[in-house]
């Protein structure tokens, strides 16, 4: 099926169009294996569709962000020793669409693309100086120091999910 982009994600980084074309039936539940730079989720969410909301299942969805993250960081790192650019900024862009769902489904909410920052600055939970951290990584992509700085964010926001965690068990007791 095919539907506009959702005003909330668009972001030249991600979309080339605001025509995509996705398949509703296939995220009516969770699929650890799915796309991150496609927002799949968010994007049904934003169209008034009905599926799947990984921000109402944390406990479900976000370790697998973090893991999918080790993954791409991990052929990332080579990549970037390798000097392949071209390939270095696709693993970046999925790996910013994972830090993007990572922190906005923390936060319980679907991902905001469009004017990122201003949504991110309003979020409780956060690493430190986020908004210019991020948008040094998105100015810079192929470069080592912005894979350091997202593995970085990815690090603090881990902490900060499974801190959040275990304060809500020990006062639900």
């Known amino acids: 099926m095919i539907v506009k982009l959702p005003q909330k994600l668009l972001h030249e980084k991600f979309f080339f169009s605001d025509m995509i074309e996705i398949d ?7 699929d650890p294996s799915f796309n991150p730079a496609l927002f799949v989720y968010d994007m049904l969410y934003w169209s008034g569709g009905q599926g799947f909301q990984p921000w ?3 406990h479900l969805t976000i370790p697998v962000l973090f893991e999918k993250w080790k993954e791409i960081a991990n052929t990332c790192k080579i990549i970037i020793d390798e000097r392949r650019q071209k390939d270095t900024e696709l693993f970046m862009k999925k790996g910013m ?4 769902q990572a922190l906005f489904w923390i936060n319980e909410q679907p991902v905001v693309l469009y004017n990122w920052y201003e949504s991110v600055d309003k ?3 956060k690493p430190i100086n986020v908004v210019e951290r991020l948008s040094f990584v998105e100015l810079r992509m192929t470069h ?3 894979f350091i700085q997202l593995s970085e964010l990815f690090l603090e926001a881990e902490k900060q ?3 959040t965690i275990a304060m809500k068990k020990r006062y639900q007791k």
């Open 24 to 30: 509703h039936s296939s995220f009516d539940k969770w």
């Open 56 to 58: 109402q299942q944390g």
């Open 97 to 100: 669409a994972l830090f993007f």
């Open 123 to 125: 979020l409780s939970l």
């Open 144 to 146: 080592y120091a912005s």
């Open 161 to 163: 999910y499974y801190k």
